[in-house]
């Protein structure tokens, strides 16, 4: 099974900083990596695909990068909308499809 | 509008069974992998189960393999969720999920709750 790690578990941050989140995987993915969003008591949302395609609709200040291993979501100047949690996925390789553990941004 | 629609969650003891369904509208089922992720109280998401968009394939997660059955009725646009043996360990939001073939996992029900409790 391919392991994803996350990091951070947790970031404080204000509006307007620069936030990076990583994500590791235990072996080469190429770029079938993709991240989410989860506001609390809501479902994920799709921000990017294939490593770094934006979704259609996610602001421009949502970018991500990477391949094989070692992968990055960046928010280049954080929204107040933007506190949640970040997952990564991988779909390289099924079955399992794998999740990071989460990366919970909180407003400093 | 392109939605999934998730129903059938409830409380249940342990042991018992219970079936979930998601509707999908306004797109192919048959184009989609079609997936179940579930995330327990103050949790992260977990993969439970898929169905191949040619109806080839069903795989499973080792926690529920053998109690969960995932199946699809493309007359009626529904993926189900059979979930037998139910343990605590199963209690958790349960989200439908459409995975759009190397673009993501891009459109998620609403999700419904299973709560597993004597």
Redo the contacts between chains.
Sequence with gaps: DIQMTQSPSSLSASVGDRVTIRCRASQDINT?L?W?Q?KPGK????L???AS?L?SGVPSRFSGSGSGTDFILTISSLQPEDFATY?C?Q?YS?????????TKVEIK | QVQLVDSGGGVVQPGRSLRLSCTASDFTFSDYNMHWVRQAPGKGLEWVAVFWSDGSKQYYADSVKGRFTISRDISKNTLNLQMNSLGVEDTAVYYCVRDDLGYGMDVWGQGTTVTVSS
Excluded at chain 1, 94 to 102: D, H, K, R, V
């Design positions: 079938y993709n989410y989860q479902a994920p949302k799709l990017v695909y294939a395609a979704q997952y996925q779909s099924i079955p399992p499809l794998t999740f990071g553990g989460g």
